[in-house]
């Protein structure tokens, strides 16, 4: 009976791993209409840069990164598609909407880098830990091939001017943290699934980061840097130079390099360092004469740099978060891209030039125009380096509330893996500079109805911290939070936990706001009408009163559900308020162990406290009897209520595993136990309200009927239970790629595009006119004139107006078959006509012949210009047979 | 991408009073003229037409006023003792005045002699007025007694007696010309009406009434005596709509402001309070030197007189608005000019261009932006800045602290710039919405220019002036600590006795501002 097939497996929806890869912009050129056939491709110094960016990861596909491929030279359409690594997917990006269009899955790790066939603009290398080399054709999202290498693949460069080989970083067999670069002969067997085990080692050790690993012009060379040393193959010459910068070590850190590239068209390659300074090395083929010139201006790590597409200008992006775009390779001329919101960690140039983009720590990609401009930012979960805030839903939007870019809240959206927007909450410039301390956001509340938002904000100072709590409030007409009150130091020490009464009907005046600090006691704040009437706003908050336990740090607060009771805990002892009188009612504790977590019950469950405690119980009190009902011996580090439902969550941590354990207060049997959940901890979790109840065939899911339970781990990846794979998960978007590929983007083809959708109404108008159009090409008299020998045609002059006049439309609307019919019996009577000429009506014939078998498509020459034509024929040809 | 965001100016709710819309209208006030009478003054009354004469009753005499003029412009002395409530005619041309002696005079403005003269009243006639028909006048005196009296013959219409004590006060309805009212010692204001024998409505105050009051509409009617000002509303037989306690002596005079949105009460605690008359919440308070006696508002609230029991006439008059200023501003660009274009809304084929708007940065913004750090710091301790908005100086500050260049900032000065920095630094750091940022940048100071101390006189002066700034602020810190340790103790023993009692002493805000003072 419960065995509907699908067990409930564990889905990764998400998580924010930017291991560094540069993104590739397609370079694909199917334009319509501009008729430029395939994309001559004469630059040849593809770089390929890896790795996973971030992502949402579904089941055991995460979706990191981007791999970028960088540049392909010489191609001349603009890109369309940005490909990009992302855990072991690689995913397509649409230009021009920013939409996710394509997941290609297939990898069973990481991909760590991925680059277009130079041979082949619609096919696409990647390359993963699991030791295999897929080509795709992106555009349908097909693996083509796939190449087992053996060992893991940490880069993979492809070069235009090899054709059955790639290259890849590979770790050396038998020594740990080296590797070394090999090329891989891929063979051109026609299965799907090959062995590539053809391996002939190119520069031995080298880094395994992409970054660290550049082709120059033509594919002469190869550069790689590692630490403090530049090593230089030249493949024609079979040599190997090598440079080495003496290290230093200054206050901003060593000279150590970081990352390389190569100039696409000169001798030249850049050098980025650990403290700020790029170098341009010049000269290498000689060991002992080579030149470098510096440029300094970042103060902290280079991360990437990138040279444009013609080579005469230099892309350069580091901690600060501003893109440097130095001209022509000197230090005076530079402008600036700053702002950028996080650490460029990539950065990729499309193969046209127009586009480049950047990729920065939190997970986001930016587009930015060739004049340095801010063009589109893709971004799914912003990825902050600690969540404080926790998962929070917003009543509202049944968005995922938690910490974005530094300083703002991000709101996300689970349906479509989109930021639905960010509110800037500490409203200060954030300053990219290693070790200074700024404030964050640490706390967030939304009332039960999502009308207010409370934030707390934080600074870390060695002598007193600096809080905010700032309470915002949902405005209709702009449809997001106002500032309403900002409070100054709410506690002495850091705040621990805040909530607001959630009740539903009542929510205008009796709103309650508990802060819990760790200054030793909680707050409660109301909202104060303002009495004068002038007064611009007509409600603040204040503090209405402060209560405290024998001078124990407050940790976790809770309002019962019906709001009349507060249960505020105090380092071992849960202790009960009247949220009307604010009296103590009753206190709990169980010893020894802190307490962790704490909840009240929910709907029939409403009498119990659910209270998680340090030293590994779960106890649950009965508030009737103000006894302990029953009590568990885990180890619990997360405690999540389900709002719909009287379930209760509870993610323990056991031997290095997390599991999940879900269960109804009022017994103490678990209805469902989950576990090795994931090997990371389990740091926050959350239930999201679902739109509608799902239909679940088994007992033991009914607990997921409402709400979906979705989990950060510790290496913030966002998990969700379901009974659902993957696949169904994703909608694959094959539609949307149609549409894109009919997008016109040049001037031209924007004026093109215009014409031709003209074009297509009038078709959809009157057919009839399209056969018309069609004809100009057709007409006879232009044929003639055509296919005539040139030895045989009568003088320019003559025959010009008749070539102007066939290419005017002629007024009279002929039905296409009576025109072909016409043509036909003249051609006979002409046949009749001269008899010597047999020859050149054989080629009359011929010409007529396609007509007909056309069928509609018939001439639209007037008659009388037809025998004219005829008869300037038969001119020519008496005139010549007189020879 | 986002935009270079400012530095947030923290702006800190100043603590005491509130700048509202009404203290900057009361404050509107040019400093007072004094005048001195010659006893007590126990009435005020302005005439309702220009240019607004008051009459000032006190002593034997009327002094009427002009506008501006500090010497009277006429006195009328008839009296043998002591004259009451010289009340001007709806007109401005007659005025009548009670007396010591049971006498009620009609005086013309232009005339000296009185008119007519209405005796009846055995003692006293402490209030007398017309009423709205311009020919009556009602009057009450210490013989517990209210009459009418008809002007044109000078005799008595009707009498009063109901009143058990002292008529000490009364005035007239302005909608109905039968209609007045006058409040007495026995705790009562009696409603007569002139066509029918009796009172038609007593309210019952609770202390002796000291001045009564109808507004305009005559629904309302407020009552002053004892330390209470009360609001009944008539049209519902007398039915007590609030009371207001925020004297804490007798109030001994009511009256309304021009537009009838603010009463105004006089006090013997030498002050009189505003009230706004759609909430009853005291909006404004003026202080006097002495005990309040009678208060009076020109029309257009343009001068407030108030006597005193110690015959002085204090008169201000309103600052005159500054218009000159206006005219001599520079003409602005025509409302057209910053609406030309739009409300053009684009056609189909339009192409739009849209320009992205300039944000105007403030200095030490700009060069904050470019990671200036010293001369942002520059800018915020230029004169205006740094005296009139220290509150910018110091967020530029912590902004610098916050991006860890503070430091650099502050170091490499010469010795004026030093100089100036510890000055501003010892003369804020006391305020407490300074001092967390402040003691961090005197720390700093101390610790970059310690080598340096001893080489110049002014900067050492500096310094020694920061150090007593600060051991006076921790003496005063520590002498609030024992205060408040002291009202700890005395609470504690009062909560034990009389838990009702410590809920007053909350109420009164004694508490809040101890704990207020010690936040500082």
Redesign the interface.
């Known amino acids: 009976m419960v065995a509907p097939a699908a067990a409930l497996r564990v889905v990764r929806c998400g998580g924010s791993s930017l291991h560094g890869a540069r993104a590739v912009f397609s370079a694909d050129s199917k334009q319509v209409g501009l008729g430029t056939g395939p994309f001559s491709r004469k630059g040849e110094d593809p770089k390929l840069s890896n790795d996973g960016a971030t992502g949402w990861c579904h089941r055991g596909l995460l979706l990191p990164g981007g791999v970028l491929r960088r540049r392909v030279t010489a191609v001349l359409l603009p890109a369309r598609y940005l490909l990009c690594a992302s855990g072991d997917f690689v995913k397509v990006y649409s230009v021009a909407t920013e939409e996710t269009l394509r997941l290609m899955g297939g990898h069973g790790d990481r991909v760590t880098a991925i680059q277009l066939n130079p041979h082949n603009h619609m096919q696409l290398y990647s390359s993963s830990l699991d030791g295999s080399i897929k080509l795709w054709d992106f555009m349908d999202g097909i693996p083509i091939k796939t190449f087992t290498v053996g060992s893991k693949l940490l880069a993979l460069y492809a070069l235009p001017s090899l054709e059955d080989s790639v290259f890849v970083v590979i770790p050396k067999s038998g020594e740990r943290d080296t590797f070394q670069l090999v090329s891989v002969k891929l063979t051109k067997a026609a299965a799907q699934d090959l062995e590539a085990k053809e391996l002939s080692v190119v520069l031995d050790g080298v880094d395994a980061s992409p970054k660290h690993i550049a082709f120059g012009r033509e594919s002469e060379y190869v550069a790689s840097v590692k630490e403090v040393n530049l090593q230089v193959y030249f493949f024609k010459r079979k040599q190997l130079n090598r440079f080495s910068v003496s290290a230093i070590k200054t206050k901003s850190g060593s000279n150590h390099f970081t990352c390389i590239a190569c100039h696409p068209t000169e001798d030249c390659i850049a050098t980025g360092h650990a403290d700020g300074k790029i170098r341009l090395w010049r000269n290498f083929y000689h060991k002992k004469e080579y030149t470098f010139s510096t440029l300094h201006w970042h103060h902290d790590t280079v991360m990437d740099v990138a040279f444009s597409m013609e080579g005469t200008s230099l892309l350069s992006g580091g901690v600060e978060s501003v893109l440097v775009l130095w001209h022509n390779e000197s230090d005076r001329q530079k402008d600036f891209?700053p702002?950028?919101?996080s650490a460029i960690e990539y950065i990729s140039m499309s193969p046209d030039g127009a586009l480049c983009c950047t990729l920065h720590s939190d997970n986001r990609i930016?587009i930015i125009n060739s004049n340095l401009r801010?063009s589109k930012?893709i971004q799914g979960l912003i990825k902050s380096a600690d969540v404080k805030t926790g998962l929070v839903v917003d009543p509202r939007t049944k968005a995922l509330v938690l910490n974005g870019e530094p300083g703002h809240l991000q709101f996300y959206c689970l349906q479509s893996d989109q930021q639905l927007f960010s509110l800037?909450i500490v409203?200060?410039?954030y300053?990219h500079?290693a070790?200074?301390?700024?404030?964050d956001l640490v706390k967030v509340a939304f009332s039960a109805q999502g009308k207010w938002l409370a934030t707390v904000e934080e600074?870390e100072e060695v002598t007193?911290p600096e809080l905010q709590l700032k309470l915002w409030f949902y405005d209709e007409e702009t449809q997001s939070f106002k500032l309403n009150t900002r409070i100054?130091m709410p506690h002495d020490d850091h705040i621990t936990d805040m909530c607001f009464r959630d009740m539903d009907e009542l929510e205008d005046d009796s709103l309650i706001l508990v802060t819990t600090g760790r200054d030793c006691v909680f707050k409660v704040w109301v909202m104060v009408e303002d009495?004068?009437?002038?007064a611009q706003q007509s409600v603040s908050w204040s503090c209405d009163f402060v209560g405290s336990y024998h001078n124990y740090q407050a940790t976790n607060c809770c309002f019962s559900e019906d709001g009349s009771l507060l249960a505020v805990s105090f380092e071992e002892t849960v202790t009960v308020w009247d949220s009307v009188t604010w009296d103590l009612k009753c206190t709990f504790c169980h010893p020894p162990g802190k307490i962790r977590n704490i909840c009240f019950g929910r709907l029939t469950c409403s009498k119990y406290l659910i209270g998680a405690t340090d030293c590994g119980f779960l106890c649950c009190w009965n508030l009737l009897s103000c006894a302990l009902e029953w009590s568990a011996h885990l180890n619990i580090l997360v405690l999540q209520p389900d709002p719909l439902s009287e379930h209760i969550a509870a993610v323990s941590w056991l031997s290095k595993e997390s599991s999940l354990f879900v269960f109804k207060p009022n017994e103490p049997r678990p209805i469902y136990i989950q576990r090795n959940l994931c090997k990371e901890k389990i740091q926050l979790a959350a239930f999201v309200p679902r739109d509608e109840p799902e239909t679940i065939a088994s007992e033991k899911y009914l607990w997921l009927r409402r709400s979906q339970l979705f989990f950060l781990t510790d290496t913030q990846e966002l998990m969700t239970l379901s009974t659902k794979s993957l696949e169904e998960r994703l909608t694959p978007s094959s539609k949307q790629l149609a549409v894109e590929e009919s997008l016109s983007v040049t001037p031209f083809s924007l004026l093109l595009g215009k014409h031709r959708r003209q074009q297509s109404q009038e078709d959809t108008d009157h057919g009839k006119l399209v056969v018309h159009s069609k004809h100009k090409q057709d007409s006879p008299a232009v044929k003639e004139l055509l296919h005539t020998p040139a030895h045989v045609l009568p003088s320019a002059s003559f025959l010009c107006p008749i070539f102007i006049n066939s290419l005017l439309i002629s007024k009279e609307n002929k039905s296409a078959v009576e025109a072909a019919d016409e043509v036909e019996m003249e051609s006979e009577k002409s046949e009749d006509d001269s008899d010597e000429e047999g020859d050149v009506t054989e080629m009359e014939q011929e010409d007529t012949s396609p007509m007909e078998l056309l069928g509609e498509t018939t001439c639209k020459l007037s008659k009388s210009q037809e025998k004219e034509l005829r008869k300037i024929r038969k001119m020519n040809y008496s005139w010549i047979s007189a020879f | 991408?986002?935009?270079?965001?400012?530095?947030?100016v923290?702006a800190?709710p100043k603590l005491g009073e509130?700048i509202?819309?009404d203290t900057v209208y009361w404050r509107g006030y040019k400093t007072p003229v004094q005048i001195k009478e010659f006893g007590a003054v126990n009435k005020i009354d302005f005439s309702p037409v220009p240019p607004y004469n008051y009459a000032v009753t006190a002593s034997s005499r009327i002094h009427i006023y002009g506008r501006y003029s500090q010497e009277p412009i006429k006195t009328f002395s008839r009296f043998k003792d002591a004259a009451y409530c010289a009340t001007y005619r709806d007109d401005g041309n007659l005025l009548v005045a009670g007396s010591e002696e049971g006498s009620i005079r009609l005086f013309d403005i232009s005339g000296r002699a009185p008119l007519r003269q209405f005796d009846g009243h055995t003692k006293a006639v402490h209030v007398v007025g017309f009423l709205s028909d311009k020919y009556r006048i009602f009057s009450g005196g210490d013989d517990y007694s209210s009459s009418l009296w008809d002007i044109p013959s000078a005799t008595e219409i009707v009498s009063y007696s109901e009143h058990t004590d002292y008529v000490r006060c009364g005035c007239a309805s302005k909608v109905n010309a039968d209609v007045f009212i006058t409040g007495s010692y026995d705790h009562t204001v009696k409603l007569f009406d002139a066509r029918t024998k009796s009172s038609v409505m007593t309210i019952e105050h609770g202390q002796p009434v000291e001045s009564v009051l109808l507004f305009p509409s005559g629904g309302l009617l407020v009552s002053a005596g004892g330390r209470y000002v009360k609001v009944w509303d008539v049209l519902k037989g007398g039915q007590l709509l609030v009371s207001l306690k925020n004297h804490h002596k007798t109030v001994t005079c009511l009256c309304l402001n021009s537009s009838g949105q603010r009463l105004l009460s006089g006090s013997l605690d030498r002050h009189v309070k505003i009230y706004s008359t759609?909430?009853y919440?005291v909006v404004h308070s003026f202080n006097y030197a002495t005990s309040i006696l009678s208060l009076a508002l020109s029309p257009e609230d343009e001068t407030i007189v108030v006597g005193m029991t110690n015959g002085v006439l204090n008169v201000k008059h309103r600052k005159p608005e500054e218009m000159k200023e206006k005219s001599q501003k520079k003409r602005q660009p025509a409302y057209r000019t910053y609406m030309k274009g739009r409300t053009y809304m684009p056609k189909q084929e339009d192409f739009c261009v849209s320009k992205p708007v300039k944000r105007v940065l403030r200095k030490y913004d700009k060069l904050?932006?470019s990671f200036q750090s010293s001369k942002a710091l520059d800018a915020v301790l230029e004169p205006p800045i740094r005296l009139y908005t220290p509150e910018v100086t110091v967020a530029v500050m912590q902004?610098l602290h916050?991006?860890?260049t503070l430091r650099s900032a502050l170091a490499g000065r010469d010795e004026k710039q030093i100089n100036l920095l510890l000055t501003f630094v010892a003369r804020r750091v006391i305020e407490p919405r300074f001092t967390?940022v402040l003691v961090t940048v005197a720390d700093m100071l101390t610790d970059i220019y310690q080598p340096v101390v001893g080489q110049s006189a002014i900067v050492d002066r500096q310094f020694l002036r920061l150090q007593e700034a600060i051991g006076k602020e921790i003496d005063y810190q520590e002498e609030l600590l024992e205060v408040l340790g002291m009202m700890d103790t005395l609470f504690a023993t009062f909560t034990k006795k009389n838990a009702s009692y410590l809920e007053e002493n909350r109420s009164n805000g004694l508490t809040e501002t101890v704990e207020t003072n010690m936040n500082n």
């Open positions: 891209l702002r950028l919101g930016t801010f930012s800037d409203q200060r410039q300053i500079q070790g200074l301390n700024q404030a600074r007193d100054n009495t004068d009437p002038e | 991408m986002a935009t270079y965001k400012p530095v947030v923290q800190i509130r509202t819309q759609t909430s919440k904050l932006k902004e916050r991006r860890g967390p």
